[in-house]
């Protein structure tokens, strides 16, 4: 099993940046190494439905956007620190969501929700006009 836990979000006027943290843990990364996962990020905004944001393949070899924030946002992970970010650049009100981390211990990268073997809690980013 693998426990993921968001850090990071806030409230920021539009034009700002933010970095999104997610800290891995758990049993199996005693085996095998937070790179050995596909890494993604999911965003929810109030009202609509769960969308990709950005995912890594295994051993970061591959980067993935969605077009809406391709250009301003960035997927990255530090295998010692067990951690993966995201970060946010040129905040955009329709920006707003909860973000939400997800893992899998498959190779390639992902785009579904369902793909996705581990996720986090959560964390609002409220971005204002």
């Known amino acids: 099993q693998v426990q993921l836990v968001e850090s990071g979000g806030g409230l920021l006027q539009a034009g700002g940046s933010l970095r999104l943290s997610c800290v891995a843990s758990g049993r199996t990364l005693s085996w095998y190494a937070l790179s050995w996962y596909a890494l993604g990020w999911f965003r929810q905004a109030s009202g609509k439905e769960r969308e990709f944001v950005a995912a890594?393949?295994?051993?970061?070899?591959?980067?993935y956007y969605a077009d809406s924030v391709k250009g301003r946002f960035a997927i990255s992970m530090d295998n010692a620190k067990k951690t993966m970010y995201l970060q946010m650049n040129s905040l955009k009100p329709e920006d707003t969501a909860v973000y939400y981390c997800?893992?899998?211990?498959?190779?390639?990268?992902?785009?579904?929700?369902?793909?996705?073997?581990?996720y986090g809690q959560g964390t609002q980013v409220t971005v204002s006009s």
């Open positions: 997800a893992a899998t211990p498959r190779g390639g990268y992902y785009q579904s929700w369902d793909e996705y073997n581990y």
């Open positions: 890594i393949s295994r051993y970061a070899g591959s980067t």
